[in-house]
């Protein structure tokens, strides 16, 4: 079994617990506009890796990425491997090694038996889910990536049920994502669920530009500014993220 991997961080801080090995798995069916690895979409073959491979070159840095840190994957969006990280992720469980899949959900079919019980099997081996909430609004979703939320908000309910750790991550657009309406029903979504330890506003930026001009690709949000602090604050405020805080201290 080989994966298409696109890229490898040894020393990832900000996508899970602790230090990580971040994994960057190729292929993506979203288009989201403010997406800062347009490299990762294609699923065209870029670096195989087999999981042996894989397992080798993570446990190299196991010194340091145990026991507060971990694995993550990510992409583009990993589980359109799904397969692959299931084999990884059990290897790395059985190494006392901490799993997080970062991804948007979007492979999830509520109504496919076959499609649920891979997602539940790879329940087994994934300690925490970071899951991204692109938008709330179903309408407003498919404008900013293409598709419906329909499946990932399926997805999120299928991780409560199951009692799954999630950090729910949102990226704070200007006028297209901080809608305090919009950011309203996002937290009273979010409410619903069991298992969410964490709530990430994620501040859009324009650092990916580059990439698009190299690729050829016109970027999309051209002209669109980053947030100020005091709409990161105030996004921050309607979701509950500093009631949380404080229900954690208690």
Known sequence: MLANIHSLESFGTVDGPGIRF???????????????????????????????????????????????????????????????????????????????????????????RSNVNRHKKLLEVTDLFLLDIKHIDNAKHKQLTGVENTNILEFARFLSRHHKKMWIRHVLIPNITGNDEDLLRLKNFIEELEGVE??????????????????????????????SKEEVSKAKQLLGIEERKEEIQL
């Open 198 to 227: 964490k709530i990430e506003v994620l501040p859009y930026h324009t650092m990916g530009i580059l990439k698009y001009q190299r690729l050829g690709i016109p970027y999309p949000l051209q002209g669109v500014q980053p947030p």
């Open 22 to 112: 971040v994994i960057f798995f190729k292929g993506c069916p979203l288009r989201c506009q403010y997406c800062h690895n347009p490299d990762t979409w294609s699923q065209e073959l870029h670096h195989p890796y087999t999981v042996e491979d894989l397992l080798e070159e993570i446990l190299k840095y196991r010194s340091y990425i145990t026991p507060d840190g971990g694995v993550t994957a990510t992409g583009g969006e990993p589980l359109l491997q799904m397969e692959f990280i299931y084999e990884l992720f059990k290897r790395l469980k059985a190494e006392g090694i901490h799993t997080a899949c970062d991804t948007s959900g979007i492979t999830f079919q509520s109504k496919n």
